[in-house]
């Protein structure tokens, strides 16, 4: 079968192209590990029959009053966003009705982890992560700062790297530190402390190396 016959690629455009969207679209909003090509082409197919049913009255109208007659531009543009504005809007607004506390009560989280959910919120906190050897590291994760997503293993950065004082708590940035990464395999637990307002990275640490007020609260909640 040759599959640049035009009536066979007209079939793969319509039955393929816009689940195939859908699909794309979808994993961008929730990365997760991908499905072998067939299991993919059999997914393409499926979204793109929903595609068309939930498109099926606009469509018949068109079809049924002679825009494509009437008014070609219109008529192009419209399938124009039949094949590939649909589907994208198809899968946002699946995202939307997944997060809902109703869907979540009826279907799994579409988040494949707690790790991918929380960081994809991209709120600035104060980290300690405790690792394997007895360890504690800890920083500021801020808007410089970066965590891993799904499907690639849990790794996260932190901008700034900070030396912790003997209860715990953070102390002061780590002289010329440029950061630190930390892998999956070492990590036990990562705890958050919310930064208070003048954390963020427009403030400065005092000249004399002691830390900021907010800073000593958030430190003073490890203890």
């Not at 946002?92 to 279907?107: A, D, I």
């Amino acid at each position: 079968m040759d599959i640049w016959e035009t009536d066979k690629l007209l079939l793969f455009i319509k039955f393929v192209i816009p689940g195939f969207i859908s699909l794309k679209t979808y994993e961008l909003l929730f990365p997760r590990a991908s499905k072998t090509s067939a299991e993919q082409l059999i997914d393409a197919i499926a979204y793109s029959s929903i595609n068309y049913a939930l498109l099926l009255w606009p469509i018949y109208e068109v079809e049924t009053h002679n825009v494509e007659q009437n008014y070609p531009t219109l008529y192009v543009l419209f399938y124009v966003f039949v094949l590939l504005g649909a589907p994208v809007l198809w899968a946002y607004l699946w995202r939307v009705l997944r997060k809902t506390e109703l869907l979540q009560g009826l279907l799994p989280h579409p988040s494949c982890k707690p790790w991918d959910e929380f960081f994809c919120k991209r709120q600035a906190y104060w980290v300690i992560v405790d690792v394997k050897d007895g360890r504690k590291f800890g920083g500021r994760y801020d808007s410089q700062s970066f965590a891993s997503s799904a499907p690639a293993a849990e790794q996260l950065y932190l901008e700034e790297a900070w030396l912790l004082n003997e209860d715990g708590g953070l102390e002061r940035p780590r002289v010329d530190s440029a950061g630190i990464m930390i892998l999956a395999a070492e990590i036990v637990a990562v705890e958050f402390f919310h930064m208070t307002s003048g954390d963020g990275n427009d403030e400065q640490t005092s000249t004399d190396g002691r830390p900021s007020e907010g800073l000593q609260a958030s430190s003073g909640e490890t203890q």
